[in-house]
């Protein structure tokens, strides 16, 4: 058995990992967590532990107008905390380490009607502090790597599953509530909770090393998960062609409608290809992860 230390506690994706391995893999990996706030894990022994999880951070930023100090507190955790950890488990002999990156590295979606899917050659292009601050943390983390230290670095794309936060919450409201919605062509790459969970088990117990690209093995179109979260909560929406117009007309005017529009039917997607290797961990289907977030 594997003995597996999170830093960070009480973080959606490091709660959500370790109630899924204790339901499904309790016999080959244990796991412990640690708080980061306080910097009493500076005291602690990480030498007793096979894995680190490093899953703190600052997510969700508004990269509006903000101040230096906003700008440099997202630097000193996001990207100087984790390489500091790193490095600390590294020193420990603690054998792999993992860290959540981010699909964030490369930059916003892309606006209503322009496709961006991202390949093995698209080099990373940060659009804000917040992306830079984990792009810088993901490539320090990797220049630690040895033999004796292997580094596991996750870029995931947006991650959903029940209690998470961010724009599927947004979306689910949207599709108890409205009577009708657009039927707005666009594709994103996603991941469900449980499929990421799966995935992290099975590097952990393997003891990967190298970037990935995890995602669900369906691109996701906003106004069909709109409608399969309305079919499961059982609210009629219309979901029509016909208000396509309000989508266009929110993507050419300057502002808040604009940034809005976009984020909820821009554009941003992995190569499928990126994300296929040798274990089997998109172990649920779009419909069945929106059943089981919603219910």
């Known amino acids: 058995m594997k003995k597996v230390l999170i830093t960070g506690a009480n973080s959606y994706i490091g709660t959500s990992f370790e109630k899924y391995v204790t339901e499904h893999y ?19 022994d990480f030498s007793a532990y096979d894995v680190v999880y490093h899953v703190a951070g600052i997510a969700h930023a508004d990269v509006g107008k903000v101040t230096e100090e906003v700008k440099a507190r997202y630097y000193a955790v996001n990207t100087d905390l984790a390489i500091e950890t790193a490095r600390k488990a590294k020193a420990e002999g603690v054998r792999q380490f993992v860290f959540m990156s981010s699909a964030i590295i490369y930059g916003d979606s892309a606006p209503c009607g322009k496709p961006k899917m991202i390949t093995g050659e698209t080099p990373p292009a940060p659009s804000n502090f917040y992306g ?59 991941l469900y909770i449980e499929n990421l969970c799966e995935f992290l ?31 499961v909560r059982g609210h009629k929406i219309q979901i029509s062609k016909g208000w396509n117009w309000l989508v266009k007309l929110a993507g050419i005017i300057p502002g808040k409608s604009r940034k809005l529009a976009n984020k909820a039917f821009g554009n941003l997607t992995y190569d499928q290809s990126m994300s296929k290797y040798w274990l089997k961990y998109q172990v649920v289907d779009l419909k069945t992860s929106i059943e089981r977030t919603e219910k």
């Open 26 to 44: 309790k016999d080959y990996l244990s796991i412990d967590t640690v708080d980061m706030i306080d910097g009493s894990w500076r005291d602690k």
């Open 132 to 190: 830079d601050s984990k792009l810088q943390a993901d490539l320090g983390i990797q220049k630690l790597a040895d033999h004796n230290f292997l580094t596991c670095i996750l870029r995931p794309p947006m991650i959903y599953g029940k209690g998470s936060k961010g724009n599927y919450p947004v979306l689910s409201k949207m599709a108890k509530k409205l009577p009708v919605f657009p039927d707005y062509y666009n594709q994103r790459s996603m």
């Open 201 to 231: 088990a099975q590097v952990m117990i393997r003891g990967e090393s190298g970037v990935f690209f995890p995602q669900n093995a369906e691109y996701v179109q906003t106004s069909e998960m709109v409608r399969m979260i309305a079919e």
